[in-house]
């Protein structure tokens, strides 16, 4: 677990900036990047990520690479909002359904459809939810 003042960090480079908006573009790469078995395996070694900073004090510009860094709690909460409570909702949405039909086919259209209101009050919510999800930039010291 997290101790206070422990934060996730990730390099990233900056794509845009509007305004008080810095759009940066992280590239995650995989654990098996450097696996001997990399030219055959159809996985993806890395995906890329924007996200918007916003209220950055420092100057900034396109193509400058950067440290974005967020507190460990706020990662342990965007992993409980993208994914344990999505989990939580299908589980529960198919014990309940159960006790209604034995219709495995409607619980699992039930169980998918929470899921798609789920998905739908995060999307109207992202706002909120952005203002509790917060990162920072900061220069990189090679930079």
Do not use: N
């Amino acid at each position: 677990m997290g101790f206070p003042g422990q934060t996730i960090e990730h390099e990233g480079t900056i794509q845009g900036i509007s305004g008080d908006v810095v759009r940066v573009e992280i590239i995650s790469r995989s654990a098996c990047a450097d696996c001997h078995a990399k030219g055959v395996c159809s996985l993806p070694e890395q995906a890329s990520r924007v996200i918007e900073v916003e209220g950055s004090t420092e100057r900034f510009r396109v193509g400058e690479p950067v440290k974005v860094v967020m507190e460990y709690r706020m990662g342990l909460k965007a992993v409980f909002w993208a994914y344990i409570l999505p989990f939580l909702i299908v589980l529960a949405t198919l014990f309940l359904s159960s006790a209604v039909t034995p219709r495995e086919d409607i619980m699992g259209l039930s169980a998918l459809g929470m899921l798609s209101v789920y998905y739908i009050l995060l999307r109207l919510f992202r706002d909120r939810l952005k203002k509790t999800l917060i990162f920072k930039i900061k220069k990189l010291a090679s930079a």
